[in-house]
């Protein structure tokens, strides 16, 4: 068996509730049922060749980390973590010159906290390395060559090694903010749960920095989820094989088709977000493709009938205002739905299970989500056709 062809084990780490249809991404993005894929707590634990993990690090739009544990054990108190961390062959991982970052979470274990953890970890590596070299590799919070996971829960903890550039869901198309925009993979996720295959018009009248409009251009144009990013986190590591990288970006990216324009449009009241969501676009190729009007929904104009909506409204928590006027906005919105978009499917996300009442009909389908730190859920409403008439007109 040729090293390309080895097959090593992964943690793919998602949002919670994403583990399946992660599990049916990866399977999308070519691997095989060989590689024992299975859908655990927050993640999909996968046996990958390199070719594989490249293709998930580069494709995946709903992955949050891509880690490859490099060991496990009993760890109760800080001296077993630092005595078992400095024994890993640290010196075959991180080159002389290259930099270094840790992350640690920490769950019901006797180490309570996941920066001190971090820390001795750290010093693990630090200590491992100048004896093995005789000079300290530096640490760098930002753009570290190497990150390395770890993952304490119970007192057994896992040390892992990225694949992913840190967190996944930064594509890199959003250099626009606005408050509280959405999480890509959240946004990735919204879509799939809308079962949108770009082929239905899609709209989001609350499409503040146009995250969802961007992950829906990504999604209809086939375009990979690492495709913006200028690092992907695998090509410091000391496997790196550059051909086969190659060979995974030229079959990915050959794969991309144009974004039909008109497909995809959004709306919002805000001038800036309106703002920052066609700066961002037009940061992409979907520039002239994607509409995003300014406008309070209640007065837009057309017939939006047979449309897939996947929105974000605004809430109190994040958003700031009364109470009122947004259970106000949303009955207006299933007002809205009903009579502008008949025929459509919605997906909404909801902050707040008070509100979902406000929205008048029932939905048909709907999961709990993660959004930040905020507890959310989204639902998917089948609007009602029009009932026409032989005499109705248009
Ligand atoms: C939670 S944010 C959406 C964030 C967006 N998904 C993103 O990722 O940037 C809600 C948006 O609704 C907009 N909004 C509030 N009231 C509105 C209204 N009546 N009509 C249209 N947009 C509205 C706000 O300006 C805000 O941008």
Request: glycine letters at 8%; charged letters at 25%.
């Amino acid at each position: 068996m040729t090293p390309e062809e080895k097959r090593h084990p992964f943690f793919i780490s998602c949002a919670r509730n994403l583990e399946n249809m992660l599990l049916a991404e990866l399977k999308e993005l070519g691997v095989p049922e060989a590689s024992h894929g299975k859908a655990v707590h927050l993640g999909v634990e996968a046996e990958l060749t390199r070719e594989e993990v490249y293709r998930v690090v580069y494709g995946s739009l709903l992955a949050s980390r891509v880690l490859r544990p490099l060991g496990s054990f009993e760890c109760p108190d800080e001296n077993t973590l630092y005595e078992t961390a400095a024994d890993f062959n640290w010196d075959a991982l991180i080159r002389p010159g290259q930099t270094f970052k840790i992350s640690a979470s920490v769950a019901d274990s006797a180490l309570t906290h996941s920066h001190y953890a971090a820390l001795k970890l750290k010093d693990a590596i630090v200590d491992s390395l100048r004896e093995a070299r005789g000079e300290r590799p530096d640490v760098d919070k930002d753009n570290p060559d190497i990150r390395i996971n770890l993952f304490l829960h119970r007192d057994q903890a896992t040390i892992s090694l990225y694949y992913s550039d840190g967190i996944m869901h930064k594509r890199g198309y959003r250099p626009h903010a606005v408050e509280a925009p959405l999480k890509e993979n959240l946004a990735a996720a919204m879509l799939r749960l809308a079962r949108w295959d770009g082929s239905e018009p899609l709209r989001d009248f609350f499409c503040g920095s146009g995250t969802i409009l961007l992950e829906a251009a990504m999604v209809a144009t086939h375009t990979p989820g690492g495709f913006f990013r200028n690092v992907q986190g695998f090509e410091a590591l000391p496997d790196f094989n550059p051909e086969t990288w190659d060979k995974v970006k030229l079959d990915l990216d050959a794969k991309i088709i144009p974004l039909k324009p008109g497909l995809i449009g959004g709306a919002d009241i805000d001038s800036s977000s309106v703002l920052a969501a066609r700066a961002n676009i037009k940061a992409t190729p979907f520039h002239g493709a994607i509409s995003v009007g300014l406008g309070d929904f209640r007065k837009l104009d057309g017939n939006f009938e047979g449309s897939v909506i996947v929105t974000n409204p605004p809430y109190g928590v994040r958003v700031g205002g009364d109470e009122k006027e947004v259970h106000k906005l949303y009955e207006d919105f299933g007002y809205f739905l009903k009579t502008k978009c008949p025929g459509s499917r919605a997906v909404i996300l909801f902050p707040d299970p008070s509100y979902e009442k406000d929205i008048w009909f029932k939905p048909t389908r709907g999961m709990f989500l993660d959004n930040g730190a905020l507890d959310v859920r989204a639902n998917v409403y089948e609007v009602k056709s029009v009932q026409r008439t032989a005499d109705s007109k248009d």
